[in-house]
Every structure is written in C-alpha cells, then in structure tokens.
C-alpha cells in the first residue's frame, strides 16, 4: 500500500457504543495519490466528516482496511503526518494567536523541541496573519481564525491535511478569498489535502477530484476527476463553463440520490 | 460621559437612599435603639475605632482562611473526582450528603469539637464555601468541546498534557464565578460561627450589640462585615480580570 497517502479497501465506519452498533458509512475504497487535493462533498449525515475522522486516527475503523502513508491512521498521527483543521477554528480562547499557532509544539512529547521564530513568521505571512500574534482568538474575525488554525495545522509540515468545513460558517467572499489562498499554500507545499464540504461549488473549485457521497445509508455514489477541465496546476475560473456544468451535474446527482 | 455616569449613577443612588434615611427616620418615630441614623453608624467607625478593628480583623481572619482552605479543598477534590471514576461514585453522594445537613445545624457539633477559637470558624466558613466550587470545578473540567478534545488528541497529548493546558484553563470561569460566590458565603460561615460561640469578631459584636440593644454598634458591624465581603469580592474581581484578560474582549 505504500506510495498512496491514503488507501481504503472495504472501509466499515460507525460508531461501537457497548454492545450497539452504528454503521454510518461502508464500502469505502478509496485511493488517494501523494499532492492531490481531493474533496469530499454530501449532505449532513452521509458520513463525510467521519470519514476524515477514520484517516485522522480520531475514530477507529468497524471493518475493513486503511492505510495513510503506508502505515497505519495512529502512526501518521503519532509522526505528526496527519493535521486537522475544524470546522469551528477551535482556537483556545486563553491563548494569543502566536501561542495557539506553537500549542502542536508543546504538547505531545513536542516539549523539548524549539520552534525556530522564523517558522512562525513565514507562517503568519503566508497566511496574512503577520501583526496579529498576541491577539486574542476573541479579537479576530471569522475568517482570521480560521487561518490561524491552517497555520496551527501547517506547523508540523504535515504531509496529509484534513479540513472538515473549515469554511462552512464563514460568508461567501471571506470564503471564496481563503478558497483561493488555500490552493496557493496547496500548490506551495504539495501535501495532499482531504476537504470536506457540503457546498457543490467548493468542492468543484477547489478539488482534483470529488467523491460525491449521500446519505440514509451514507455510501460514495461516485468519484468525480475534475483534472480534465482544469489545467494541470487546478488553476480554473469560477465562471468557466465547463466548472458551471460540473456543479449543475454534482447538484442533479445529488438530487437523484437524495 | 457613558463611564462617568456609570459610576455617579450608584453613588448618587446610594446617597439619595442614605440623606433620606438621615431625614425621614426621625420624622416616623421609630425609636433609636431600634434603627439609628447614618450619621450615628458613621459615628461608631470614628468615636469606637478600636472596638470596631478588634472585632474586625478575626472575623477577617477567619473568612480569608476559610475562604482559601475550603476553596482549595475544593479544587483538588474536583480533579479527583473528575479523574477517578470510582473515587467519584463511591464517594460524590456522600459529598453530596454532606451538603444537604444545614450549616446552622453543623456548627454546634463543630464548635463542640473544636472549641471556641478562631479554628471551628475557619472551618465552617470552609465548609460553606466548599460544595458551590466542588460542583463547579467538576463541571468546569469536563466543560472543553468535542473538537477541542479531539485536537488534543490529534496532537497525542498525555492526560497530564490535557489536565493542564485543556481542562485546567476551560474550568476558569467556572471557579471564579464561584470564587466571587464565595467571597460572601466566606464571611457568613465565620459570622455564624461567631455567633454560636466566641467572645469576639464581628458575629459576637452582632449578639453582644443586639442584646444590650446598642442599634449603632449593631449596624456598625453589619457594615464592617459587608465591607470585608466587598473587598474580597475585589480582590477575586482583579485577579479574574488578569488571568482572563483576552478570553472575551
């Protein structure tokens, strides 16, 4: 399995709770190539978010096989390979903005090991968060805490970056401006990146491909390659027309399924 | 002109309450040993300083002691009891029990077994601040959210790892809401251990000054004890600010 970030095969996720069991998701097979950006998009309750939460190591598998990188979810996770951005920021109120960004340094076993200041600074840069270090989360809006939380993700240079709606509650330009400067850091880095999403244009605009899945019972309806109408860098308009008939076909499919 | 009125506003309502009081008293015939004039309380801190201070500072004594013991008492106990499932169900009802006797009821047994110095107070007043923080506290620790709980797993921290720089600082406002409680529950338990026996502080003052119907002394002592309230009150106010600076703005 090694030379895939993440491979699925007959993938079983739900929930153990005593002797109750809850299938949220299965028959997950699933390839994922090293730097692709990859987005998963469904209706709530289809089991996207859980999903990435199988890859992340928070929830273990019912059935069937994973692997990210090569090794096992926990492994990826222990190594720092795997980083997760929410869908709520879940910036620790009492800390400043630099001191959320350093937590991935002082937790885990991290104690000993110092963070060079110039990594926090080309990251606050790269995310335009540069004179925002000891602001509090409370003073910053929607949208910068968000991008604090990319650059808390960031800081262990993780190779895999999962992101639950971590737009969702943002409004449309804010998004549409972190959409943009999320594939800028994608193309910058080259890590493969999982988003989930329950917007069609998002999911369009920004992945490679998208697994288009639905629920009651959630299940993959399809794997979408978008490459072909993007060029080789996922560089598109939001107004090419070949992006406007890819998301009218997603919603009719979607439609259909639901 | 917002923040000036803020603050005139109270000052003036106070005074307005007290001038009235000063003027309208003496007009309703209501005799002085039952309710004395402002002026006649003010008098007490100026004419009886030394009766007032000697009575003060034990009581004051007694309510910080407390305050701190049973405070402190209280936050170790919750760690225990957030983190030892079976300490928690084998001894929370019985904590719980605890609670439910009435702290009037407590105190003579208290006083039994300790006596009559200052030691039964700083216990009663321990014990009255106590029960609101244990609650608190264990609300407090298990308050961080599901996201924030998986972050930290993500991030493979130790429990030691969670405890301090998760759970820790998620049950702050908790305890100081309770903190802030406990400042005047502090200065009730040593008052009314005070009461049940002791030859000095504010609670014997109280007894002594009702009895020899000495009203001006009597709400003398009433002010003093709410004054020591107010101030812990204060104190708890300032560090909150400090160590929450940030949180909320």
Redesign the interface.
């Known amino acids: 399995m090694s030379g895939t970030a993440v491979e699925a095969q007959w993938l079983e996720i739900g929930y153990r709770n005593g002797r109750d069991v809850t299938t949220v998701l299965s028959d997950v097979n699933l390839t994922v190539p090293p730097g692709e950006f990859l987005t998963i998009l469904g209706p709530s309750g289809c089991g996207k978010s859980t999903l990435l939460?199988v890859v992340?190591n928070?929830l273990d598998p019912l059935g069937g096989q994973i692997a990210v990188l090569g090794n096992t979810p926990e492994a990826a996770?222990?190594a720092?390979k795997?980083?997760?951005v929410?869908?709520?920021a879940?910036l620790?109120?009492?800390r400043?903005v630099g001191q959320n960004i350093r937590?991935?340094a002082?937790?885990?076993?991290r104690q000993a090991r110092q963070l060079p200041d110039t990594r926090i600074a080309e990251l606050m840069a790269l995310l335009g968060l540069s004179g925002l270090e000891d602001r509090?989360p409370?003073?910053l809006s929607g949208g910068q805490r968000q991008r604090v939380a990319i650059a808390r993700a960031l800081i262990d240079e993780p190779e895999i970056l999962l992101m639950d709606e971590p737009f969702g509650a943002l409004d449309e330009i804010t998004r549409d401006r972190l959409n943009d400067e999320l594939l800028g850091i994608w193309r910058e880095t080259g890590m493969t990146i999982l988003f989930v999403t329950h917007s069609i244009e998002e999911a369009v605009y920004l992945g490679q491909r998208v697994i288009v899945m639905a629920a009651n019972p959630g299940r993959i309806l399809n794997i979408h390659d978008l490459r072909p109408v993007k060029t080789g860098d996922n560089r598109c308009q939001r107004d090419n027309a070949a992006i406007v008939s890819e998301i009218a076909a997603q919603r009719q499919l979607l439609a259909e399924a639901s | 002109m917002t923040r000036l009125s803020n603050i005139l506003a109270p000052i003036f309502g106070a005074l307005s309450i007290l001038v009235a009081w000063q003027f309208l008293l003496p007009l309703s015939g209501v005799p002085a040993y039952i309710a004395p004039t402002p002026t006649k309380i003010i008098a007490v801190f100026f004419n009886q300083t030394d009766l007032i201070l000697s009575n003060f500072l034990p009581t004051a004594m007694e309510a910080l002691a407390g305050f701190f013991i049973g405070n402190l008492a209280a936050v170790l106990f919750a760690i225990l009891f957030a983190y030892a499932r079976f300490i928690r169900m084998a001894y929370f009802p019985v904590v719980l029990f605890f609670n439910t006797i009435p702290i009037l009821a407590l105190s003579p047994i208290i006083i039994l077994i300790f006596g009559l110095g200052m030691t039964p107070k700083i216990i009663i007043a321990a014990i009255i601040c106590f029960f609101p923080t244990l609650v608190n506290m264990i609300r407090g620790l298990a308050s961080a959210s599901k996201n924030e709980e998986e972050l930290f797993g993500m991030l493979s921290a130790n429990k030691f790892e969670i405890f301090l720089r998760l759970h820790l600082p998620r049950s702050l406002p908790m305890l100081f809401s309770s903190l802030r409680i406990a400042t005047a529950t502090a200065v009730i338990g040593a008052i009314v251990g005070e009461w049940i026996g002791a030859d000095k502080g504010l609670g014997a003052l109280i007894i002594q000054a009702t009895f020899n119907y000495q009203s001006d002394k009597l709400y003398a002592a009433i002010v003093a004890s709410s004054s020591l309230s107010i101030a812990m009150f204060a104190v708890v106010a300032v560090v909150e600010a400090r160590v929450m600076r940030g949180w909320a703005r």
Do not use: E, H, I
Not at chain 1, 106 to 109: D, F, Q, R
């Open positions: 939460r992340a928070l996770r222990r720092r795997t980083g997760f929410f869908q709520d879940t620790l109120p009492w400043t937590l991935p002082v937790v885990g076993g509090y409370s003073q």
